[in-house]
């Protein structure tokens, strides 16, 4: 099907059908859909489009796979402690929004057992930090007098390798996020959803 514009009319000339149908398939031809190698958006103001990255290959055989919010670790040869890093990925302001929220990395040393998560903290709500805390101490809802104080949402856990000392990452967040309201024990809280 060939997809023309009508032709420019004059004050006085009529609407024909045909011109209009052909301006509609024409508009219509414009809109991207999802396809092989990127993901299309459609948004109020036009689309986003959004290329996917293939898994990488790495020495040695196997793959990589590269997502928002991915935690890799490297290991501080002469002190032997394992620091986190985060392949920072996009929290929108709500599921409908557009709006990206601020997100601050503060990790450090990283230890057996400990949850890298975003952290939102009632009381800097215009910033969600990326931090690791030790499993034990891991709650998703701080709650102070039965308010919410902080929410946190798991990106991963790190886990030691056996009876060894190596740590590896067990990965819990792959897509990027909106900011929601959920339930928590009958306590409203903010937290994040994967979009």
């Given amino acids: 099907m060939s997809l023309k514009l009508p032709s420019e009319v ?3 000339d009529a609407v024909k ?3 209009y149908n052909d301006l509609i398939r024409f508009v ?20 986003l489009i959004d290329l996917v990255q293939r898994n990488q290959p ?5 793959v990589v796979s590269v997502h928002p919010w991915r935690v890799t670790l490297s290991l501080d040869s002469e002190t032997g402690e394992y620091t986190a890093a985060v392949m920072m990925g996009e929290v929108y302001a709500g599921l409908s929004q557009v ?29 969600i930090s990326v931090k690791s805390v030790a499993g034990d101490m891991w709650e998703r809802v ?9 929410t946190r949402y798991p990106l ?16 819990m967040a792959r897509n990027n996020l909106a900011e929601v309201v959920g339930c928590f024990n009958a306590v409203a809280a903010r937290t994040f959803t994967p979009v």
Avoid: C, F, W
């Avoid at 701080?142 to 902080?150: H, I």
């Fill in 28 to 47: 219509k031809s414009l809109v991207l859909r999802k396809g092989r190698g990127y993901r299309v958006k459609h948004v109020e103001g036009g689309q």
């Fill in 142 to 150: 701080d709650l102070v007098n039965g308010v919410a104080v902080r």
């Fill in 58 to 62: 790495v020495s040695g055989g196997g």
């Fill in 10 to 12: 004059k004050r006085g």
């Fill in 99 to 127: 709006e990206l929220v601020p997100v601050m990395l503060d990790l450090g040393v990283v230890q057996d057992g400990d949850v890298v998560h975003l952290e939102y903290d009632y009381e800097t709500a215009d910033v």
């Fill in 156 to 171: 991963a856990r790190i886990e030691a390798v056996g009876d060894t000392a190596a740590l590896s990452v067990a990965q």
């Fill in 17 to 19: 059908h045909t011109d």
